[in-house]
Antibody, heavy 118, light 112 residues
Framework: QVTLKESGPGILQPSQTLSLTCTFS??????????VGWIRQPSGKGLEWLAN???????YYNPSLKNRLTISKDTSNNQAFLKITNVDTADTATYYC??????????WGQGVMVTVSS | QITLTQQAESLWISPGERVSITCRAS???????????LSWYQQRPGQTTKALIY???VRTDGVPTRFIGSGSGTEFTLSIEHVQPEDFAIYYC?????????FGSGTKLEIK
């Protein structure tokens, strides 16, 4: 059974760094072809893809966030991470992690709400 | 980047009816392996986002057969036959052919 769960700080101030963790079970990020992605969704709005990391440590980022994103993984502990630097109120959203398999996000976490406020 | 357009922001239908949700891509989503990298997702309040269809027409494990994905090239459709009460939700398409991955803006299925 595949499950994913996101965790994060809940609230942070503008200019701080947002650190998110995705803890998963039911698969391994060392398995060929496997990946984990991060997606976010401001309240009442649509989905925005942020980044993917693959079993071979290949990484892809959404260029709209310029160089603010860093994705990483800890294969032995079944975790993936996302850091967003220099946050502002536009980064307020629910953040999801999802497994990538066969070219799509087949399992999603429940999401973690993050608020950026001074 | 590839833009996905879901023309209908909302669709009003009655339970039991058939509905089609369309997604148009700004360029072909066909890869050299012969597969289209277009998938569909369902969001319901309080529920985990659910994958319904991948490679344009393949149902994800456990997805009811009333969900049908079709299309090719740049035009794709998610059809739901005999809509059930639990199908009233928001539906998004996603392309994973090229980075950056992009989602459609979503179509909300509402009860008439």
């Amino acid at each position: 059974q595949v499950t994913l769960k996101e965790s994060g700080p809940g609230i942070l101030q503008p200019s701080q760094t947002l650190s998110l963790t995705c803890t998963f079970s039911g698969f391994s990020l060392s398995t060929y072809g496997m990946g984990v992605g991060w997606i976010r969704q401001p309240s009442g709005k649509g989905l925005e893809w942020l980044a993917n990391i693959w079993w071979d440590d290949d990484k892809y980022y959404n260029p709209s966030l310029k160089n603010r994103l860093t994705i990483s993984k800890d294969t032995s502990n079944n975790q993936a991470f996302l850091k967003i630097t220099n946050v502002d109120t536009a980064d307020t959203a629910t953040y999801y992690c999802a497994r990538i398999s066969q070219g799509h996000f087949d399992y999603w976490g429940q999401g973690v709400m993050v608020t950026v406020s001074s | 980047q590839i833009t996905l357009t879901q023309q209908a922001e909302s669709l009003w239908i009655s339970p039991g009816e058939r509905v089609s949700i369309t997604c148009r891509a700004s360029q072909s989503l066909l890869y050299t392996d012969g597969k289209h990298y277009l998938s569909w997702y369902q969001q319901r309040p309080g529920q985990t986002t659910k994958a319904l269809i991948y490679h344009a027409s393949v149902r994800t494990d456990g997805v009811p057969t009333r969900f049908i994905g079709s299309g090719s090239g740049t035009e794709f459709t998610l059809s739901i036959e005999h809509v059930q009460p639990e199908d009233f939700a928001i539906y998004y398409c996603l392309q994973t052919l090229k980075s950056p991955l992009t989602f459609g803006s979503g179509t909300k299925l509402e009860i008439k």
